[in-house]
C-alpha cells in the first residue's frame, strides 16, 4: 500500500478508496472497517431463536444479514443481484457467518 494514496474517506461508512496511478493504467482499492457491523449482526442473532416465525403469519419475511456496503458492491458484480442469483448468496452468507442475523441455516 505503499503507492497508493487516498482517494476518498467516508466517515459514516468507515470506507476509504485508495488509488494507484501507473504508466498505462490506474488501480483502485476499497477498504471498510466491519467491526461494528459485525457485532450489530452478532446482537441481531442472539435475539433471533428457532421457530420464531412459526404460527406468525403475518411475519413472511427475515432479515438475514448485514453486509457493508463496499462487500455488497463487490457481491453485486461477481453473483449478480440476490433476486437473481440466491444460491451464490447463500452460499456466501453461510461461508460468512459474521454478517448473518439469523440462526437458521439459509
Not at 466491519?34 to 452478532?42: D, L, S
Not at 453461510?94 to 439459509?106: C, I, Q
Given at each position: 500500500m505503499?503507492?497508493?494514496?487516498?482517494?476518498?474517506?467516508?466517515?459514516?461508512?468507515?470506507?476509504?478508496?485508495?488509488?494507484?496511478?501507473?504508466?498505462?493504467?490506474?488501480?483502485?482499492?476499497?477498504?471498510?472497517?466491519?467491526?461494528?457491523?459485525?457485532?450489530?449482526?452478532?446482537?441481531?442473532?442472539?435475539?433471533?431463536?428457532?421457530?420464531?416465525?412459526?404460527?406468525?403469519?403475518?411475519?413472511?419475511?427475515?432479515?438475514?444479514?448485514?453486509?457493508?456496503?463496499?462487500?455488497?458492491?463487490?457481491?453485486?458484480?461477481?453473483?449478480?443481484?440476490?433476486?437473481?442469483?440466491?444460491?451464490?448468496?447463500r452460499?456466501?452468507?453461510?461461508?460468512?457467518?459474521?454478517?448473518?442475523?439469523?440462526?437458521?441455516?439459509?
Open positions: 505503499d503507492d497508493f494514496k487516498l482517494a476518498s474517506a467516508d466517515a459514516q461508512t468507515l470506507s476509504q478508496s485508495f488509488l494507484k496511478i501507473g504508466d498505462k493504467m490506474a488501480e483502485i482499492i476499497q477498504r471498510q472497517e466491519t467491526g461494528h457491523i459485525q457485532e450489530y449482526a452478532k446482537a441481531l442473532r442472539k435475539e433471533t431463536y428457532h421457530g420464531q416465525m412459526i404460527g406468525n403469519t403475518q411475519r413472511h419475511m427475515e432479515h438475514v444479514a448485514e453486509i457493508p456496503i463496499t462487500v455488497f458492491h463487490h457481491l453485486v458484480a461477481k453473483y449478480g443481484p440476490a433476486s437473481q442469483n440466491p444460491k451464490a448468496w452460499k456466501w452468507l453461510n461461508e460468512h457467518p459474521d454478517f448473518k442475523t439469523s440462526v437458521r441455516e439459509l
